[in-house]
């Protein structure tokens, strides 16, 4: 008997908005105060997630920023210069990239030439297959509980485009703010 009181006083209770920072939430766009809350926590789990991923494939010393400049570099089998890894990835310091790169490397599942002055990365083939076995445990342990789910992936690809498109909104402001 309890239990229905307190699902039904949880039912009773306003529905309000799920902030990190109630001090930012006013009543002007609070919803934007609801989604960074939503982002960090996203942001977070994703990054354990890829540390773990990547954790079980032998590499246990990488963080996030490494896994992604492997997937980066990966990605279409291209070569890609520093600046391109930067832009693609919308990171400011290039020396964070810079030291993933180099560590990649010495791990082998990055090389790079030098045309001119300019230097190109392509994955290995050990970098090649890092990123196959990657692809299988996100497969096992990410896709596959995902379709288990009443997941709705066109919602999911549309939230996509509008943090895309939100992206761009904290861009313009942080222009803003650093001319402040």
């Known amino acids: 008997m ?4 307190i699902s039904h006083q949880a039912a009773s209770l306003p529905q309000l908005p799920i902030v990190s920072s109630a001090h ?8 934007l105060s609801e989604m960074e809350y ?16 990547i954790a079980s494939l032998g590499y246990k010393d990488f963080n ?9 570099v990966n990605h279409r089998t291209r070569e890609k210069r520093l600046a391109d890894i930067v832009f693609t990835l919308n990171i400011d310091d290039n020396h964070t990239v810079n030291y993933s790169l180099k560590k990649l490397m010495k ?12 230097m190109f990365y392509q994955t290995t083939p050990k970098g090649q297959d890092v990123c196959e ?9 990410l896709i596959d509980a995902a ?7 066109n919602e999911i690809s549309h939230c996509a485009l509008i943090l895309r498109s939100l992206s761009g909104l904290y ?10």
């Open 2 to 5: 309890a239990k229905k009181t």
């Open 24 to 31: 930012l939430a006013q009543e002007k766009c609070w919803q």
């Open 38 to 53: 939503a982002m960090t926590m996203v942001y977070n789990a994703f990054s354990r997630w890829m540390v773990h991923c």
């Open 64 to 72: 996030p920023l490494d896994v992604l400049v492997l997937h980066n």
């Open 107 to 118: 791990n082998e599942l990055v090389e790079s030439r030098k045309v001119g002055k300019e």
């Open 133 to 141: 076995k990657y692809r299988e445990v996100r497969n096992a342990c």
């Open 147 to 153: 379709g288990a789910t009443d997941q709705n992936f």
């Open 171 to 180: 861009d313009q402001a942080s222009r803003a703010a650093s001319s402040l």
